[in-house]
T-cell receptor
């Protein structure tokens, strides 16, 4: 079945540092890939997505590239801010077959950014 | 404003009690989903519904039930058969195949 593996956290950075959160996946077919962000006590917000190989999703300074050859979708940001402190989830959706768009999530990575 | 609302924000369950979590969307989405989130884990799918009057079990449906009588509403009942119900419950909806899932703010269920 489908699975998503994220780098273990928590990740602690100073403001303006470079961020990478690794995400690799196992899936049949050609999944769409997502990064969601969750702030304390809230639901998930879509951060970015990519629907086919070599697509780059980007939003709010975050980027991730769909790499089919390495089955990866690593999240990067050049300069983090304190307001980026949150939990980040990598997820995949297989639009085909009987999965009905079900999302398969990684375990989440807690990011804390200090001033 | 279009979006997904969940109520209540916090819910307390007594031993042997059934409780119902509300999820409403005004996005005109056909598909709706319920996920459970436990600390340090990703989200796991409980139930999903593609259209009104139809729903399917997800990965962890035991101890839960749902209904889909209206397009806008997808309530989740946590029954007394669910022995470990303490978790954060998230509802989501999706417009169509290949489209993004959008999430509500969540309900935190605690056991007294």
């Amino acid at each position: 079945g489908n699975s998503v593996t994220q780098m273990e956290g928590p990740v602690t950075l100073s403001e303006e540092a470079f961020l990478t959160i690794n995400c690799t996946y196992t899936a049949t077919g050609y999944p769409s890939l997502f990064w969601y962000v969750q702030y304390p006590g809230e639901g998930l917000q879509l951060l970015l997505k990519a629907t086919k190989a070599d697509d780059k999703g980007s939003n709010k300074g975050f980027e991730a590239t769909y790499r089919k050859e390495t089955t990866s979708f690593h999240l990067e940001k050049g300069s983090v801010q304190v307001s980026d402190s949150a939990v980040y989830f990598c997820a995949l959706s297989d639009p085909g077959g009987t999965s009905y768009g079900k999302l398969t999530f990684g375990q989440g990575t807690i990011l804390t950014v200090h001033p | 404003d279009g979006g997904i609302t969940q109520s209540p924000k916090y819910l307390f369950r007594k031993e042997g009690q059934n409780v119902t979590l509300s999820c409403e969307q005004n996005l005109n989405h056909d598909a709706m989903y319920w996920y459970r989130q436990d600390p340090g884990q990703g989200l796991r799918l409980i139930y999903y519904s593609q259209i009104v009057n139809d729903f399917q079990k997800g990965d962890i449906a035991e101890g839960y039930s749902v209904s889909r009588e209206k397009k806008e509403s997808f309530p989740l009942t946590v029954t007394s058969a669910q022995k470990n119900p303490t978790a954060f419950y998230l509802c989501a909806s999706r417009g169509g195949p290949g489209e993004t899932q959008y999430f509500g703010p969540g309900t935190r269920l605690l056991v007294l």
